[in-house]
């Protein structure tokens, strides 16, 4: 009698396995997306190239957003943008609020929140600067008391002032338009950014004068954020899909054409500067 209940207890705990095994299937990440039919992405106002809403229509424009829907037409759904910042789009992929977040700089302390997925780029650290000067500097030149660097607080760039330029003197601000003003009113030599932001910030404002690539070329991978919680199908299917369009430069094809408004081309680019 006591086998037959052992039994019978084996066999239950194998339906319960079989059941939850069937269970979490039925909600993985790409069914709860399709079942939705909505794609949601952490969207970041005036972030151009990277992400842009129309106040007057609502639409949204930015090389970010038309990845994010490729990857949405890939799965056969449509794409719903949601209102976000940099500094809440990790938070929002962390609570569910979205599914993905692009264009993430990829530090390693940020992965300690989020998953990230294969590079769908890679983002030079670059300097922008009115001085002539500073054309041909490189990361040890720049290495000096008498420059003096503006940079925002906590971002990746200020964590490139930190390992390049110990001995820099570094101005630390709140937010990328304080360290644009620093630059402007002659407070600082430069500011530290990445290659698109700094092409489409000189297009914008003449008086920041150019963007230069020191050497030795700096670049970070740019990844896609996803919950670590989503099952290992969604994680998968989505770092392919940023390695297949790197890998056959659709990636390219998207960025150039959110630069495009801005009148910048692949030839405009700085020299030195690689998408890989």
């Not at 037959?4 to 066999?11: E, Q």
């Not at 330029?165 to 630390?172: V, Y």
């Not at 989505?238 to 495009?260: C, F, H, M, P």
Request: glycine fraction near 6%.
């Amino acid at each position: 009698m006591r086998v037959i209940n052992t039994l019978r207890a084996l066999i239950f705990t194998l339906i319960c396995a079989a059941t939850a095994t069937t269970a979490v299937a039925q909600t993985s990440k790409v069914d709860e997306i399709r079942s939705r039919g909505t794609l949601r992405m952490a969207g970041i106002l005036n972030e151009d190239p990277y992400f842009s809403k129309d106040p007057r229509t609502g639409e949204w424009r930015g090389f970010a957003v038309e990845m994010a829907r490729d990857i949405a037409e890939n799965i056969g759904v449509k794409l719903e943008v949601v209102e976000s910042s940099w500094a809440n789009s990790i938070l929002d992929v962390q609570s569910g609020k979205v599914d993905l977040a692009l264009a993430l700089t990829a530090l390693p302390k940020r992965a300690l929140s989020v998953h990230f997925t294969s590079p769908t780029y890679y983002n030079s650290f670059v300097i922008i600067s009115p001085k002539a000067s500073m054309k041909d500097k490189t990361w040890a030149q720049l290495n000096d008391p008498s420059i003096t660097i503006a940079v925002d607080l906590g971002s990746a760039q200020d964590q490139i002032t930190k390992q390049m330029l110990p001995k820099a003197k570094i101005l630390r601000f709140k937010t990328r338009d304080e360290a644009v003003i620093a630059l402007t009113s002659g407070k600082a030599d430069a500011v530290i950014n990445t290659v698109l932001n700094g092409m489409v910030m000189t297009k914008k404002n003449a008086a920041l004068g150019k963007v230069y690539v020191p050497h030795p070329l700096l670049s970070s991978p740019s990844v896609i954020g996803l919950n670590y919680k989503t099952d290992d199908t969604w994680k998968q299917f989505v770092s392919a899909w940023a390695d297949y369009n790197r890998r056959v430069g659709n990636n390219q094809t998207w960025i150039l054409k959110g630069l495009e408004p801005f009148g910048i081309g692949l030839d405009d680019l700085p020299e030195g500067f690689s998408f890989n």
